[in-house]
């Protein structure tokens, strides 16, 4: 979809209207194709701080959706979050504005679409794939006494991160929100070996 159709699917009159916990989960959940250049438009008009809060919200929201035991996966979406919230916090110009929406629009394609998690019934059976969107709506489902599954993000985070350079506000920010919660890496797994 293009802008004008992002704006209304959103429900949205302007960019600047961008405000709600559920436009920005529209937009990162949606089926359609949305064209990038209409994602930097709508980055464009937006406020850099309201984008940040609802980033953070939707991260921590899908967070908490996750199945027990989902370290990896866990670690990974933390990161995600950390480097989508430190680049959006700082799109002062063009350049910073378009590296924001190249990670916002990858992260959406791999969570939305081409992720793989295998999602093997308790009960026995062959596994099921989903993407990592529809993985934790199952998540949610067990949780409200659904089917209960086995969840192998393996496949799944196999996911890039950008080299992000962290402010020191980014990083103070980052360790004031922390619980406690060690946070794997990917490369951890790595340095064991």
């Known amino acids: 979809m293009n802008f004008e159709?992002?704006?209304?699917?959103?429900?949205?009159?302007?960019?600047?209207?961008?405000?709600?916990?559920?436009?920005m989960a529209d937009m990162i959940e949606s089926e359609?194709?949305?064209?990038?250049?209409a994602l930097y438009q709508?980055?464009?008009?937006?406020?850099?701080?309201?984008?940040?809060?609802?980033?953070?919200?939707?991260?921590?929201?899908?967070?908490?959706?996750?199945?027990?035991?989902?370290?990896?996966?866990?670690?990974?979406l933390h990161q995600i979050k950390v480097m989508?919230?430190?680049?959006?916090?700082n799109m002062e110009d063009e350049s910073e504005l378009r590296?924001?929406?190249?990670?916002?629009?990858?992260f959406r394609n791999w969570y939305s679409h081409e992720s793989e998690v295998?999602?093997?019934?308790?009960d026995g059976g062959r596994p099921i794939y989903?993407?990592?969107r529809d993985a934790i709506t199952a998540s949610r489902m067990e949780k409200l006494g659904g089917e209960k599954y086995r969840y192998d993000f393996e496949n799944a985070v196999q996911y890039e991160l950008d080299s992000y350079t962290m402010s020191f506000a980014d990083l103070a920010r980052s360790e004031e929100e922390n619980d406690g919660t060690i946070i794997f890496s990917p490369e951890d797994e790595m340095d064991e070996e």
Request: aromatic share 12%; glycine share 4%.
């Open 99 to 106: 590296r924001f929406t190249d990670e916002f629009h990858r």
């Open 84 to 89: 989508l919230t430190g680049l959006s916090s």
């Open 32 to 37: 359609e194709y949305i064209e990038q250049e």
């Open 42 to 76: 709508l980055f464009e008009g937006a406020d850099n701080t309201m984008v940040a809060e609802l980033l953070d919200d939707y991260f921590e929201d899908i967070l908490e959706g996750l199945p027990d035991a989902s370290g990896e996966i866990y670690s990974l």
């Open 130 to 132: 989903h993407n990592v």
């Open 118 to 122: 295998a999602l093997t019934p308790e």
């Open 5 to 23: 159709e992002l704006l209304e699917y959103l429900d949205l009159e302007e960019a600047s209207q961008l405000e709600y916990f559920e436009a």
